[in-house]
């Protein structure tokens, strides 16, 4: 049985995507399941806080699984995550820049490299869960080519909500023209200020667009917490934080991962 693939996006930066796919990864081998991350943004944040090990510039990663230029495969780029049952596809240095730059230019076929890549390692993952850049570029077109779902990650902000509808016109063009599976798993909203006026103003704006949209927007939102930061900074999971709150924040990541895998099914 191959893994389920779902596409950590948004356009915009800053939200929180590495952040979310981190700690997903966490409440996943939790439970037990194999779980490969891919770290498909050129900032290779990802890669900082899941390797076992620093990923130094010149190693191979991603960027030399997707180039035409290179002979690795995914299965040769592969490291250790920080955690039993935890896998990593890394990105460092500035090479994945490069090969988003070889995509653009590459003509047919390119949007379905990522997938055609993971393909290899499918069967080995109970999920893969793939961390997009925060641009709709070829690199996040080859991660929604790849994927089951899409899991998109906003704040709860005017600026947010105004990317909203660019973010689901790509969506529902990678569906139409290259993987007509794709389907929002759900909408999670990050570092939500819940007592702010503005914060509840645009969580509500963000549930109305949602729903005439026909998407799942995952409750409570994720709440804006420096213990958060700290845990994914340390590359530690919030379980392993040792205050309650931490836990309490690490099971609602759990809880919203068990209802993105049931809207998938």
Sequence with gaps: MNAQIFAFCNQKGGVGKSTTTFHMARAAVLRGLRVLV??????????????????????AGLADALSA??????????VPGVWPGLDVVPTSGVTL???????????????????????????????????????????????????????????????????LAQLLDTIENVRRYYNEG????????NQHEERTVSGQTWLDELHAAAEARGLRVLTPPIPKRVVI?????????????????????????????????????
């Design 69 to 78: 230029r290179a002979p690795e495969t995914i299965p040769d780029v592969i």
């Design 38 to 59: 891919v770290d498909n943004d050129p900032q290779g944040n990802l890669t900082a806080v899941a390797a076992a090990e620093t990923v130094s510039e010149d190693q």
């Design 97 to 163: 820049g490069y090969v988003r730059d070889e995509l653009v230019i590459a003509g047919a076929g390119r949007e379905g490299r990522l997938r055609e890549a993971l393909a290899a390692v499918a069967g080995d993952y109970d999920l893969i869960l793939i961390d997009c850049a925060p641009s709709l570029d070829q690199l996040t077109i080859n991660g929604l080519t790849a994927a089951q779902g899409v899991v998109i990650v906003t704040h709860s902000k005017q600026w947010s909500l105004s990317g």
């Design 229 to 265: 930061a700290d845990a994914t900074e340390a590359a530690r999971g919030l379980d392993e934080w040792g205050t309650a709150e931490a836990g309490t924040l690490g099971a609602l990541y759990s809880d919203h991962l068990a209802t993105i895998e049931r809207e998938q099914l």
């Design 182 to 189: 794709l389907a929002v798993a759900g909408v999670i909203v």
